[in-house]
């Protein structure tokens, strides 16, 4: 059992979202095996929301280096301290510099927001044995690096699929929608084979 005096830090995180299948017959389970024979599926959620606060188990600074300090180093205060060791030479100068502005302590608690992404998904069924989905990832939060975030992602799926295979060939932009990607995937009885960006292995050279 933990001690619960030595936890550092508390945080809470939840997803939320909903599923959302519509079809003339969702009772049959004809096509799919145990998945309903739905027309358009759309499904929505936002995940990782909440933040994790925690101790700080080292003292430590952030030293503005816009701030010119300049530091005499025949004073008597510094002269003192070096008389007296490298510890006093340490501490004198950083009294120093934070009397001068040019270094701040670091807050006694650090407070991180979860990752938290907004996912938008849509299955839609063309016709028989051929859908179209396509899925949305965008990041809530990318812009504050002090944070932790996924990057932002959106993918076009196009596929053939029955009982016994399956053919889906992804076309993605990826890396906040920086880079284009483009995969292919089989699947033939319980045999699943694919790549969601053979544009990349093609293109990937070796560096020695």
């Known amino acids: 059992m933990p001690n619960l005096l030595n936890i550092n830090g508390l945080g809470l995180g939840f997803d939320l979202g909903f599923v959302l299948e519509l079809g003339e017959n969702m009772s049959t389970e004809e096509r799919k095996g145990n998945h309903k024979d739905y027309k358009l599926k759309i499904a929505a959620s936002v995940l990782d929301l909440g933040k994790m606060t925690y101790r700080n188990q080292s ?12 530091m005499a180093l025949n004073s008597p205060e510094f002269l003192t301290a070096s008389a007296e060791g490298a510890e006093e030479v340490f501490d004198y100068t950083v009294d120093y510099l934070r009397t001068k502005g040019a270094l701040r302590d670091i807050s006694e608690k650090t407070q991180i927001e979860l990752p938290t992404t907004l996912q938008l998904q849509v299955d839609y069924q063309i016709m028989p044995y051929f859908n179209v989905a396509a899925h949305l990832q965008q990041a809530i939060n990318i812009n504050d690096i002090a944070n932790l975030h996924f990057n932002s992602a959106a993918v076009i799926v196009p ?43 093609l293109s990937a050279t070796v560096v020695s």
Do not use: C
């Not at 003292?59 to 300049?70: A, H, M, N, R, S």
């Open 59 to 70: 003292k430590g600074f952030i030293l503005d280096g816009t701030t010119p300090v300049k």
């Open 159 to 201: 596929r053939v699929e029955h009982n016994w295979f399956e053919f889906s060939m992804p076309i993605s932009v990826y890396n906040n929608y920086s880079q284009f990607g483009l995969g292919a995937y089989f699947r033939a009885g319980p045999v699943y084979f694919g790549t969601d960006n053979f544009l990349y292995s």
